[in-house]
Nanobody, 120 residues
Framework: QVQLMESGGGLVQPGGSLRLSCTAS????????MGWYRQAPGKQRELVAG???????NYADSVKGRFTISRDNAKNTVYLQMNSLKPEDTAVYSC??????????????WGQGTQVTVSS
């Protein structure tokens, strides 16, 4: 089984910054694409940013130019640097990873989520 553990959420003022981290552990053979999703109250979950194992990234239009996704394959960790935060960025942010486990089964894994609140 593969587990994902997120950290870095919290309360920040508009215009501020936060950095989220997500580390994968467990019976990992190989990590594939990783990404960050968010869900605000009363809204559907949406993709914020994704990154392939080779480092190619894609972003939701609403965060382009403000958020940066990166990963450290040696540490099985993906990061989301969030700058110029806006109140509409308030949501629960969840990490996602696609991975092969040690039995070579391919799966889609989720973290428990971390709250990001942007408010003055």
């Amino acid at each position: 089984q593969v587990q994902l553990m997120e950290s870095g959420g919290g309360l920040v003022q508009p215009g501020g910054s936060l950095r989220l981290s997500c580390t994968a552990s467990g019976s990992i053979f190989r990590l594939d694409a990783m990404g960050w999703y968010r869900q605000a109250p009363g809204k559907q979950r949406e993709l914020v940013a994704g990154i392939t194992s080779g480092g190619s990234a894609n972003y939701a239009d609403s965060v382009k130019g403000r958020f940066t996704i990166s990963r450290d394959n040696a540490k099985n960790t993906v990061y989301l640097q969030m700058n110029s935060l806006k109140p509409e960025d308030t949501a629960v942010y969840s990490c996602n990873a696609r991975a092969w486990d040690n039995r070579l089964r391919f799966g889609d894994y989720w973290g428990q989520g971390t709250q990001v609140t942007v408010s003055s």
